[in-house]
């Protein structure tokens, strides 16, 4: 079948696509289609997930796929989270929101890796052409590190370390930032909050 992917982000458009390469489903984005991007107006990752796969379903006629995501920082009270990608503003500068992120962790004396715990977080939401909505949510926990290390994936990578490796994201591959079998059960935010859409509404052809 059929399906929008309804992102404008080219980093998270080629982990979607990843994603939904074994299950044999075409599907095209939002950026690509030059669809328009609806506000991000809600307050929880799921509600901006929502939102975008709702104006992309209406706009396409096609059921559409969202997600929203971002690192949420412990020691700064969950920020940038939801303003992950604002943090990097219109130039989408993730030099400089990294550097951000950094300076408050140092203003609030976060220097031992105890004091810099973290999560990427996934919203994903599929929302069918009947208005209907399916749902999934998980998280990847970690410590932000500084400096940054590795030029792979996109974003806030280079400062994360996942939980349990010694490579930042920005080092890992594709395949073991997403770390799906036979790596193992799902590293990263996104692939973990992908297993459970898998599980519950797609099929292997
Ligand atoms: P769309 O809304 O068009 O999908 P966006 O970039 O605006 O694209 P979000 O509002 O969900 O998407 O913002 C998420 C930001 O969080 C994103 O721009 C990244 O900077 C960061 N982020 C999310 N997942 C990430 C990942 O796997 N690695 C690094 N940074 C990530």
Redesign the pocket.
Known sequence: GRLLI????A??LV?MRDLLSPYGIEAVS??EMNLP?PD?TGVTFME?ARI?AHAGAAVSGLPAF??????SVDALGGAPG?Y??RW?GPS?D?KT?MQKVEDALQAKDATTAEKRGCR?V?ALCIAWPDGHTEEFEAHCPGTYIWPPRGDK?????PA?LPEGHTKT?GELTREE?HGLPPLGPGL???ARAFVQLAAACLKKP
Request: glycine share 12%; no cysteine.
């Open positions: 309804a992102t404008h982000n980093g998270k982990e939002a950026g991007e991000e901006n975008k969202a997600d929203d995501s971002g690192l939801i992950s990608a990097a989408k993730f929101a990427f996934a994936g996109f974003g806030y990578d994360f994201f930032k990263s935010h996104r």
